[in-house]
Structures are given as C-alpha cells and as structure tokens.
C-alpha cells in the first residue's frame, strides 16, 4: 500500500464531491437564504450526520478497521469477513431500534439538539417533521462506512470515497426535481438526504461483492470479536468526534442567536471543508489501515515513517490553504453563495467565520493524521480524555466569545479547542515514543510556513488591483477569484521550490513508495 497514491484516489473523489457539494449549497443558498428555513433543514441535516460522524465514520469505523486488517493480516481473508459480517448483523439490528426510538422521541431530542427555536412553534414544529424525515439515513450511512471499511482495508479506496458524490448528486436533484412537488423546497432536500442513504448503501453493498466479500445479514451475535469490537467503540465515539461535538455545541449556542446564524456557520464551515475534506479525510482514510498493518507487524520505524510523511503531506497542502481562505473570504463567498435570497450582508457575515474557521484548519487535518497513531494501537482511553477536555474548553469559550462577537464568537471558540486538541494529541504520542519529527519534517516545515506568508501577502498585495472586478459582474467575480487562486497556487509553488519547502521529485517518490534523499 503506497500512502500517497492511496491519499491521491480518496483525495481526488473527496474533491469531485466537494465540489458538487459546492453546486449543491449553491443551489441551497438561492433558494433558502441564510433565514429560518435554511436553519431548518440544516437542523434535520446535521443531526443524523452527527450520529454518522460519531458513531458510523467516527467510533465504528476507528475500531473495526484495525480489528478487520489485523484479522486479516493473522488470520485470513475469510475470518476477517465472518467479522465482518457479525458486526454488520449487530450493526443493523441495534440502529433499527435506535432510529425507532429516536423518531418517537423527536421533538424532546429537538429540545436538546436546537432549544433556541422552543420560541417560535412553527419553526420548532417544522424542524421536527423535516428530522424524521432525514434520520433513517443514520441507519444506510452507518452500514456503509462498515463496507467502505472493508474495501479500504483491503486497500480498495475509490468505490468508498466516491460514495459522498452521489448524496451531493441526490441533493442536488432534490431540490431541482423535486421542490416542485413537495410542501417546501426544505421538504424535498429531507427527501434527498434519505434517498441518498440508500442509493450509497445499494453502490457500496455491490463494490464489496465485486471485491468477493459478500456480508450477509444475519441473527445478530455478540461473538468476542464483536464485543471486544463495542468496548472499543464507546470512548472512540468521543475521542475521533471532537470536532463534530464541538460543532453540535456550536449550532444549539447559535439557535439562541439572531435568525441566520446557524446558516452563516454552515456556509463557512462548507468552505472550509473542502480543504479540511481533501487532505485531512482523506489522510486519515489512508493513514489509519497501513498504520494497523504496520503495528501490528511490529514495524515502529515504518509506522513513524508513514505518520510523518502523511503530517508532511497534510501540512504542505494545509498551510497555504488556510492562510490564503483567511485572505480571500470574502471574495470566495460572494462568488459561491451571493445570490438570490442570499445577499451581501449574508456575505460578509459568512466570510468573517470562514476567516476564523480557516485559521483551525492545520489543526483539523493534524488531528486526522494523529488520531490514527493511537486508533492504529487499540488505544481508545487517552483520546477520549483529551476530547473530554476540549469539549470543556469549548463549551466555555463559547459561552464567553459569543456575546461580543455572535456567530464569529462560535467559530473562534471551535478553533482554540481544535488547536487544543491537535497539541495534546502530539504531546501524548511524543511522550510515549510512538511520534516525533523527523529530520527531513523539522527541515520542511519553517519553509512551508515561509512559503505560505509569502503567498499570502501577494495574495493581499492583489485584491486591490482586482476589487472592481471582485465586485463587478458575476463573470467578472468569478475571473477575478480564479485569477487569485490560481495565482496563489503558482505563486506557494515558486515559492516552495526557491525555499526547499517542496521539491517536484518528493511527490513522485512518495507516489511510487520510494524515498527522496
């Protein structure tokens, strides 16, 4: 398994989604705005994605991915699919009734999940409806991170990572085909999120049958594997979902904030995702089953070896990234969102939380390449700790920040904590001996930060000459901000190779598995 190459097909997929999701919020922002009905679906959208990132993407898949590559790294193809399967049993069975009960109990979990909306029944009342809609996605998205966790161990990337194309794809039909026919336009994207969940468990359920492991459904057991699978599960469920946490604490702070502030933080945080999608998601794919195979072979040295070239990796990508969104926010906004019923106003409220999402970003992606060392090791305590603390650090800043800078004050908040927890992450590893930076990242590293600054202030230099036309027309908003980003892109490139921050012949021998001197 070459790391880069297997970064590369995930990334590649991750990036046709997200650009499609792009399209998708683009389409959601004109005809929704950033009010109370965009708040809504948003609510019944995050909810079962909370669950999914949690539980399905998050503590299931976390655990089952080393026990699955051990399995077959001791045992076999065959024992590690009979895992497989019971946990797919047991899997199924617990979310059914799991999904039943929360339906039942839907609008005392909208009590908890959106209390802010409690003032306004109509809005409260719609969010219910539009959840129940949605939340049976939990139980097709669930198994199918258990399937996209097989294909992946078995170093099948490409069937998995594009499963997110196709929800953006229902989305978007959704709304196009179906707002028509439906009580709102906010009715027909619930529909979309719930017929996406079947359409990727029928493409997965197939790709790993073209892999020759068909899973059977089955009378769930809680075979040792299984239990051992559970105990695994509860405080990976915190420790790899911090940042999803601190989100969910972020949208029930925001219900009690003017109308529009929950829709100004999922717009930025859309954008940044796609960078925080691209590298940190799809490192952290590919990180987590070579690592397993290489701890479990007893190979330490090529298991630190793979997590300092994927931070390298990550941080190359990452850096630039981040301080050009800082930059550029809202020039980026007004070409991806402003129209319709979503005007300036929305615009600038929009980019000033991109601007401070943008500035967490390292550490979003930093924490998906160093969860996997402890994930790798079976050690699922130690994170859980340290998101506990995070958790804390964010729910108090929070409630501080949140008065003098609304919606920004939530955004900031989400930052220090992820900041928090990508350091304390990398100090337990260190201190243990399972992580330190090598030579070759202690020497790259000061050059990518020096690229990046340098990038940035011709990035700044720039919007003056180009304000007109960042203003301008649509065509000439959309020149204008390519013109930036691909000038960014060139200028970070000249610059990382007069700085020795990059050099081409590192990517090629990362992409083949040798090594650059």
């Not at 290489?294 to 090529?302: L, N």
């Not at 969104?325 to 906004?333: D, E």
């Not at 008065?403 to 928090?420: E, N, Y």
């Not at 090598?438 to 720039?462: E, F, N």
Request: hydrophobic fraction near 60%.
């Amino acid at each position: 398994m070459v790391l880069l190459r297997s970064i590369a097909t995930v990334g590649g997929f991750t990036l046709i989604s997200r650009v499609l999701g792009f399209l998708r919020d683009i389409l959601i922002a004109a005809v929704l705005g950033a009010g109370a009905g965009a708040d809504v679906f948003f609510v019944a959208f995050k909810l079962p994605n909370l669950f999914r990132r949690l539980f399905a993407e998050g503590a299931f898949s976390m655990a089952f991915v080393p026990m699955f590559a051990g399995r077959i790294e001791g045992d076999g193809i065959e024992a590690a699919k009979a895992f497989a399967e019971a946990a797919f049993s047991v899997l199924f069975w617990a979310l059914l009734i799991f999904v039943g009960v929360i339906e039942l109990a839907m609008p005392l979990v909208m009590l908890g999940f959106a209390p802010g909306f409690i003032g306004d029944a109509a809005k409260f009342d719609l969010a219910v409806e539009l959840t129940r809609i949605t939340f049976p996605y939990l139980l097709f998205i669930a198994l199918v991170s258990l399937m996209a966790g097989v294909l992946n161990s078995l170093g099948q990337f490409a069937a998995a990572a594009a499963t997110p194309i196709l929800l953006n794809l229902c989305l978007i039909g959704a709304i196009l085909g179906l707002a028509n026919f439906t009580e709102t336009p906010s009715h027909a994207l619930a529909w979309g999120v719930v017929a996406a969940g079947g359409v990727q468990f029928i493409w997965l359920y197939a790709a790993c049958g073209r892999a020759g492991v068909w899973i059977r459904l089955s009378f769930p057991r809680l075979t040792g594997d299984v239990k051992v699978l559970m105990k695994r599960m509860a405080p990976v469920a915190v420790g790899a979902g911090i940042y999803q946490i601190n989100l969910v604490i972020d949208t029930i702070i925001a219900s009690f904030l003017p109308s529009g502030s929950i829709s100004y933080l999922f717009f930025a945080d859309r954008v940044n995702q796609l960078p925080l999608g691209v590298i940190g998601v799809a490192v952290g794919t590919a990180l987590l089953p070579l690592l397993s195979c290489q701890v479990q072979a007893g190979d330490d040295k090529a298991a630190l070896h793979s997590q300092n070239r994927a931070l390298e990796f990550s941080l190359l990508l990452t850096l630039p990234a981040a301080a050009a969104l800082m930059v550029i926010a809202v020039p980026v906004v007004r070409v991806l969102f402003e129209r319709g019923a979503f005007g300036g106003p929305e615009t600038v409220a929009t980019a000033a939380a991109l601007a401070v999402y943008a500035i967490g970003l390292p550490a979003y992606v930093a924490v998906k390449t160093l969860a996997p060392g402890f994930f790798a090791r079976k050690d699922t305590a130690t994170p859980v700790k340290i998101a506990v603390v995070c958790l804390l650090v964010n729910l108090v800043l929070n409630l501080i920040l949140m008065g003098p800078f609304k919606h920004v004050g939530i955004a900031m908040a989400t930052v220090i904590s992820s900041w928090l927890n990508a350091g304390l992450l990398t100090y337990v590893l260190h201190k243990r001996g399972h992580f330190v930076l090598d030579d070759r990242l202690r020497h790259r590293l000061p050059r990518i930060i020096l690229a990046s600054a340098g990038m940035t202030a011709a990035l700044a230099l720039a919007l003056t000459p180009l304000g007109g036309a960042l203003a301008g027309s649509m065509t000439e908003r959309i020149a204008a901000l390519a013109a930036l980003v691909v000038g960014g892109m060139a200028m970070f490139g000249a610059l990382g190779w007069v700085t020795g921050a990059a050099r081409p012949q590192d990517l090629k021998s990362l992409y083949r598995g040798a090594e650059a001197d």
